[in-house]
C-alpha cells in the first residue's frame, strides 16, 4: 500500500511540475495575453514597460517588448492613433528577416525588428548588428549598416558565437 501511494505522490508531483511550467509558457508567451482592441494600459499591465516607442510611417505608434533569454524573441505591439492595439508580432524570425532590404535607414531597421542583441564596429565605419532568434539550429541573424546608417544588403545567418562558447565547456 505504501508503495501505490508513493507512486501516485510522484504522479502527482511530475503533474505539478508540468503545470508550473505550462503557466510559465504562459507569462512568457504574450500572444497568449494581447488582443486587438485592447488599450495600452492594458498591454502595458501585461507586458511591462516596452524597451522603446518608434512612430510609425502610417501613423501608428508601434511598442517594442525584447523577451525571453539572451534576447531571442521581440514582440512588436502597434497601436492606433485611439491608443488600442491593431497587431502584434514576434518579429525575430526568418520570415522577418527577409523583410530587410539592402538601403533601409537604421530606423527603418529598428522598426522592423528591434534592438540587436550585440553589436560590432567594423572597418571603414561600417558597423555589424547582430540578433539571436529562436531556431534549432544555433545561429543569429546579422546585419551591416554602412557609416551613413543605411543596410549594406539584406542581412545574413552565421554561427551564433555565444553556442561555441557552450561547446567548449561541454568538451
Not at 30 to 48: D, F, I, K, N, W
Not at 50 to 76: I, K, Q, V, Y
Not at 95 to 105: E, P, T
Not at 127 to 144: A, K
Amino acid at each position: 500500500m505504501k508503495a501505490r501511494a508513493g507512486m501516485w505522490m510522484g504522479v502527482g508531483l511530475i503533474g505539478l511540475i508540468g503545470l508550473i511550467g505550462l503557466m510559465a509558457c504562459a507569462v512568457l508567451e504574450p500572444a497568449m495575453e494581447l488582443r486587438t482592441g485592447q488599450s495600452e494600459a492594458e498591454v502595458l499591465q501585461r507586458m511591462g514597460l516596452p524597451n522603446a516607442r518608434h512612430a510609425m510611417p502610417d501613423g501608428l505608434t508601434r511598442l517594442e517588448f525584447a523577451r525571453g533569454p539572451a534576447g531571442r524573441s521581440t514582440w512588436m505591439v502597434d497601436l492606433d492613433r485611439g491608443g488600442r492595439v491593431a497587431a502584434f508580432e514576434q518579429v525575430l524570425n526568418e520570415a522577418v528577416f527577409q523583410r530587410i532590404i539592402g538601403d533601409m535607414s537604421r530606423e527603418d531597421l529598428m522598426r522592423l525588428i528591434g534592438r540587436p542583441a550585440h553589436r560590432q564596429g567594423e572597418w571603414q565605419g561600417r558597423e555589424t548588428w547582430s540578433w539571436r532568434y529562436p531556431t534549432n539550429d544555433c545561429l543569429w541573424f546579422r546585419v551591416t549598416l554602412s557609416p551613413e546608417g543605411r543596410t549594406l544588403g539584406g542581412g545574413g545567418y552565421m554561427p551564433d558565437p555565444s553556442c561555441d562558447a557552450n561547446d567548449k565547456v561541454r568538451e
